[in-house]
């Protein structure tokens, strides 16, 4: 299954986990989404301009087990602090 940002709610992934579901989904990076390792450690979630990143067995806010691919595209738009 394949989603769009607005399902990235936490309660439909851990859902969608239980059930066995394999899936996709687009994160809203604006809701300051927040990665940990095993051990309970923040992971950031950066991606500089024109990179890549793959994160394997991260828990998404915590709980739900996910791997993360990140691009920041050509076309991407850069957000700016102050």
């Known amino acids: 299954m394949i989603f769009d940002r607005e399902f990235s709610a936490q309660r439909w992934l851990k859902a969608l986990e239980e059930a066995g ?17 095993a051990e309970g450690e923040e992971v950031p979630l950066f991606v500089g301009e024109g990179e890549r990143e793959q994160m394997e067995g991260v828990y998404y806010r915590g709980e739900v087990k996910v ?11 850069r957000n700016r602090c102050g």
Request: glycine share 4%; with cysteine; charged share 35%.
């Open 21 to 37: 579901c394999e899936w996709v989904v687009r994160l809203n990076t604006k809701s300051k989404v927040k990665l940990k390792d």
């Open 67 to 77: 791997n993360v691919a990140a691009l920041f595209g050509e076309k991407a738009k």
